[in-house]
Nanobody, 125 residues
């Protein structure tokens, strides 16, 4: 299994931006579809964005379309989530995940095999 470590979270005012990173161990990062999920207090974990192995296919939750951008650098074994125009409702712990499912990236957490420990994002109004 790949080991994942998120970074880049923090406190930001509404309308601001953050970029999350997810560093993966090992040489097989390019073999994984990757996803970002988030979980707010008292709520279930929800899908945010996903990207295919080669980076050519992406998917986003409706709530973040046009504001968030997922990308990856397979040479650096790193996944990114650029978050712009942040809103208080974006406040959550953000997790990156790696999946070996066939086909393109999934919006379902069950399709992912490895998870990071999470990074807190707090957006103040």
């Amino acid at each position: 299994q790949v080991q994942l470590v998120e970074s880049g979270g923090g406190l930001v005012q509404a309308g601001g931006s953050l970029r999350l990173s997810c560093a993966a161990s090992g040489r097989t990062f390019r073999m994984y579809n990757m996803g970002w999920f988030r979980q707010a207090p008292g709520k279930e974990r929800e899908f945010v964005a996903a990207i295919s192995r080669g980076g050519g296919s992406t998917d986003y939750a409706d709530s973040v379309k046009g504001r968030f951008t997922v990308s990856r650098d397979n040479a650096k074994n790193t996944l990114y989530l650029q978050m712009n125009s942040l809103k208080p409702e974006d406040t959550a712990v953000y997790y990156c995940a790696a999946g070996t499912n066939l086909g393109g990236p999934s919006t379902y957490p069950e399709a992912y095999n490895s998870w990071g420990q999470g990074t807190q994002v707090t957006v103040s109004s």
